[in-house]
């Protein structure tokens, strides 16, 4: 069964950093499918969740959402079997609870994974930003 498990949330001031980590289990990064899309949500509250940043098995390829292009950074350790999001320069509108999903059959560009898209989520770990 695949399992994802965030860490890494936390209280943090504005224009400070934090570093995600999603840790997969129940398959390994690069043999057991042929091509994925694997990567970050957020939803705040009273809002719907929304994509962040995404990565491709495939191609490397990656995706930000606009508010967050230039401040954050997602990479992917096969060895480990993990995908990490590095937030800095964080803004309290990054508030919200950032939730990890895959998408276990995608090819080509990773592009945005749609909700709907994704098979498996994690529990979700909080990033509160102070002003």
């Known amino acids: 069964e695949v399992k994802l498990?965030?860490?890494?949330?936390?209280l943090v001031q504005a224009g400070g950093?934090?570093?995600l980590?999603?840790?997969?289990?129940?398959?390994?990064?690069d043999d057991d499918f042929d091509s994925y899309g694997i990567g970050w949500f957020r939803q705040a509250?009273?809002?719907?969740r929304?994509?962040?940043?995404?990565?491709?098995s495939s191609d490397g390829s990656t995706y930000y959402t606009d508010s967050v292009k230039g401040r954050f950074t997602i990479s992917r350790d096969n060895a480990k079997n993990t995908v990490?999001?590095?937030?800095?320069?964080l803004?309290?509108?990054d508030t919200a609870v950032y939730y990890c999903g895959v998408d276990l059959h995608r090819w080509g560009p990773v592009g945005q994974i749609?909700?709907?898209d994704v098979e498996y989520w994690g529990q979700g770990t909080q990033v509160t930003v102070s002003s």
């Open 21 to 29: 980590s999603c840790t997969a289990s129940g398959f390994i990064f």
């Open 45 to 48: 509250p009273g809002k719907e």
């Open 114 to 116: 749609a909700i709907n």
């Open 84 to 89: 990490d999001l590095q937030m800095n320069s």
């Open 17 to 19: 950093s934090l570093r």
């Open 91 to 93: 803004k309290p509108e």
């Open 50 to 56: 929304e994509g962040v940043s995404f990565i491709s």
């Open 5 to 10: 498990v965030e860490s890494g949330g936390g």
